[in-house]
């Protein structure tokens, strides 16, 4: 690409050195540069990438973009200097692969809870649809079947536009992202044309990266804002009228807003919900009319969740009856009230709750066909935000009997981790095992005909992060190794 159109829309810099003609690759990782790339060095939160210039030029490195003069060969290099070059690396990386979001129909989806799960549900309700759909997440990049691993929810710039460029020249007309709050911080996606962007909810979470609640609520506020101001074609923002962020999220956007609830009269809402042990059933009031709705999705939640993606496609064009027809066949997203396929009588479920809205959340999906008691194990991660953990303890004491436990302990001991979480508990019959292997095991010893057991915290993951290792871990596999030993 040429390198001076590469720079064309930015006005302030400084060039020291002679630019080459034109540049092969784009990089802000130094570890992967090849031969005639451009490198843009980026400031993080453990490293400097202004630190990896010089070795950048060593491995082939023809323009170094930094926001300070730099002692770097300059035979080998031009020096690019400009005031911030994460917006740089926007402005170029969006330029660099020809603006693929604006080719796509694009949706993004944030909120505190069941951003995973909405995103699949509309994943799949596309493909279901006969067309073919691309899905960045937590559970990695999913290019119409084929899954990739990512290190983020919302990847870095660069890692975005080349998930794009990827799905656009595998002909594929549907990108949607699960959007955090980290990633709008950090303009992950600067330069994304989103079409559709949709609200789940707002609880207490990730308060050691935002320090308020008011400043968490705002940074997913900037997806809203994202959506820009170019009336010349439509876009949507689909939210839920349920949460209290609702009308500060509508003042963001000129554009068209859908609502939906569970609770009152929306665009789209439910009604006469219906919660058995392997589906749930209601009305659903839509602008296209009722219908009735059935999914193997389970919980309260999910209701809200198929809601929120059924209005989501709605706002592409979709046709509601047809979205009704299609969702019935849809799984349960793996380790989102998962259950746990059992000869022994007795319910589990595999749960991926670490908020304390989440895990209320859960503990009431149950609550409608629980004949015995609710046994409850819950965890949480070290090293990251402890002040949610009383509260998670006070709403997992819904249930009858708690286990509290760790989710990654990372490196911070168990006894820190749950005597933090014991704290918040509102009543006496509840155990803290920091072993999480232990901690399932004790529960599943407890265990009786007609108990509902929920495994929360750890979801779809096979893995415990221990200091910095991976152990695998799975929640299912004990407790089936206890049942064949118990039952
Ligand atoms: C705190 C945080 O957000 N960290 C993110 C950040 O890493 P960082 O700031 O530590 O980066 P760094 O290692 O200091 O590197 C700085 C620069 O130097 C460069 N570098 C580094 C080393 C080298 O040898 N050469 C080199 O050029 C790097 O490529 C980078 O450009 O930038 C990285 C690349 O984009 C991210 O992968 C990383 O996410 C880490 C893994 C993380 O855990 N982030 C969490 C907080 C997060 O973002 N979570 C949300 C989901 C939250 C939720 O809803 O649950 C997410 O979207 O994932
Ligand atoms: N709409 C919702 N409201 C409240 N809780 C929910 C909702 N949807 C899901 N949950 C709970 O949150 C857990 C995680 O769901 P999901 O993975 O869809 O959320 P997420 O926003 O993607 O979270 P993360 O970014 O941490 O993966 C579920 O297992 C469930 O307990």
């Not at 939160?45 to 023809?62: I, L, M, P």
């Not at 067309?131 to 960045?136: C, N, Q, W």
């Not at 019935?328 to 809205?357: F, K, N, Q």
């Amino acid at each position: 690409m040429n390198t001076i159109d590469l720079f064309k829309l930015l006005k302030l810099k400084t060039i020291f050195g002679e630019l080459p003609q034109t540049v092969d690759y784009i990089e802000a990782d130094s570890r992967n540069v090849k031969p005639n790339s451009i490198f843009f060095c980026i400031k993080g939160h453990t490293t400097d990438g202004h630190d990896f210039a010089q070795r950048a030029v060593e491995s082939g490195a023809t323009v170094i973009v930094a926001e300070k003069n730099l002692d770097i060969d300059l035979e080998k290099a031009a020096l690019v200097v400009v005031s911030n070059t994460s917006r740089a690396l926007a402005f170029a990386a969006n330029r660099f692969y020809q603006y693929p979001s604006k080719e796509m129909n694009v949706i993004g989806v944030t909120g505190t809870n069941g951003k995973t799960s909405v995103t699949n549900l509309i994943h799949q309700l596309i493909k279901r649809g006969g067309e073919h759909s691309a899905l960045s997440g937590t559970i990695g990049f999913d290019l119409d079947g084929t899954l990739f691993e990512s290190a983020n929810t919302t990847s870095d710039i660069l890692t975005t536009q080349r998930m794009l460029v990827q799905a656009k020249e595998a002909q594929i007309q549907n990108m949607i992202f699960e959007v955090s709050s980290h990633g709008l911080v950090e303009g992950r996606l600067w330069g994304v044309d989103f079409d559709v962007v949709t609200f789940t909810n707002l609880s207490h979470d990730h308060l050691d990266f935002h320090g308020t609640m008011e400043n968490y609520g705002y940074a997913k506020g900037l997806l809203f804002s994202q959506l820009g101001q170019d009336l010349s074609k439509p876009k949507f923002a689909v939210l839920n009228l349920d949460d209290e962020w609702y009308s500060q999220y509508a003042a963001m956007t000129p554009f068209e807003v859908i609502s939906y609830s569970m609770e009152q009269k929306a665009d789209f809402w439910a009604a006469d919900i219906r919660y058995l042990d392997d589906r749930t059933l209601f009305r659903l009031e839509s602008p296209e009319g009722s219908f009735e709705v059935e999914t193997q999705l389970l919980g309260t939640f999910n209701v809200s969740n198929v809601l929120a993606a059924i209005a989501s496609l709605y706002a592409k064009g979709e046709s509601v009856a047809s979205l009704v027809e299609r969702l019935r066949e849809i799984p349960p997203v793996s380790g989102r009230m998962e259950r746990v396929h059992t000869s022994a009588p007795l319910s589990i479920y595999i749960d991926y709750a670490h908020t304390p809205d989440a895990i209320e959340k859960a503990i009431q999906s149950v609550l409608p066909f629980k004949k015995n008691r609710v046994l409850f194990l819950v965890g949480t991660g070290g090293n990251r935000d402890k002040s949610k953990r009383p509260t998670m303890a006070e709403k997992a004491s819904l249930a009858d009997y708690v286990v509290l436990t760790t989710d990654d302990p990372r490196y911070e001991s168990y006894d820190s981790i749950v005597n933090d979480l014991g704290k918040g508990m509102t009543h006496e019959n509840f155990a803290l095992i920091g072993d999480r292997e232990k901690a399932v095991r004790h529960l599943m010893g407890i265990a009786e005909p007609g108990d509902i057991i929920i495994f929360a915290g750890k979801g779809h993951e096979d893995y415990q992060i221990i200091e910095n290792v991976k152990y695998p871990h799975s929640d299912r596999e004990i407790a089936l190794e206890v049942i064949s030993e118990r039952f």
